[in-house]
């Protein structure tokens, strides 16, 4: 089965930082762009980053900018995920998924993303 393997979740104290990973299993990332959305328990999948492989253009929504940070390994085949300042409202689920680059927004309904992982828990607490 073609899906991501995402990894690096934890529990961190407020104000804390993790790096998530994210790698395909059983194929290999080309002219696609990977997005990471999050769900917490009771709310809807949420986007969160955005980046295209090709250029390394990127997107996030409003509530991680300028906290998380999206960046690919092409060589290592890998996207991964910087997040500094974790709050707790940041708890939750985390999956990586991907879509063609035109869809590379975190305003695109997670329909439009393909490859599901099983997702990495982030707990943020003190």
């Given at each position: 089965q073609l899906q991501f393997v995402e990894s690096?979740?934890?529990?961190?104290?407020?104000?804390?930082?993790?790096?998530?990973?994210?790698?395909?299993?059983?194929f290999f990332l080309e002219d696609h762009a990977v997005g990471w959305f999050r769900q917490a328990p009771g709310k809807e999948r949420e986007g969160v980053s955005c980046i295209r492989l090709r250029d390394g253009s990127t997107a996030y929504a409003d509530s991680v900018k300028g906290r998380?940070?999206?960046?690919?390994?092409n060589a290592k085949n890998t996207v991964y995920l910087q997040m500094n300042s974790l709050k707790p409202e940041d708890t939750a689920i985390y999956y990586c998924a991907a879509t063609y680059p035109h869809y590379c927004s975190v305003a695109v309904s997670a329909e439009r993303y393909d490859y599901w992982g099983q997702g990495t828990q982030v707990t943020v607490s003190s």
């Amino acid at each position: 089965q073609l899906q991501f393997v995402e990894s690096g979740g934890g529990l961190v104290q407020p104000g804390g930082s993790l790096r998530l990973s994210c790698a395909p299993s059983g194929f290999f990332l080309e002219d696609h762009a990977v997005g990471w959305f999050r769900q917490a328990p009771g709310k809807e999948r949420e986007g969160v980053s955005c980046i295209r492989l090709r250029d390394g253009s990127t997107a996030y929504a409003d509530s991680v900018k300028g906290r998380f940070t999206i960046a690919r390994d092409n060589a290592k085949n890998t996207v991964y995920l910087q997040m500094n300042s974790l709050k707790p409202e940041d708890t939750a689920i985390y999956y990586c998924a991907a879509t063609y680059p035109h869809y590379c927004s975190v305003a695109v309904s997670a329909e439009r993303y393909d490859y599901w992982g099983q997702g990495t828990q982030v707990t943020v607490s003190s």
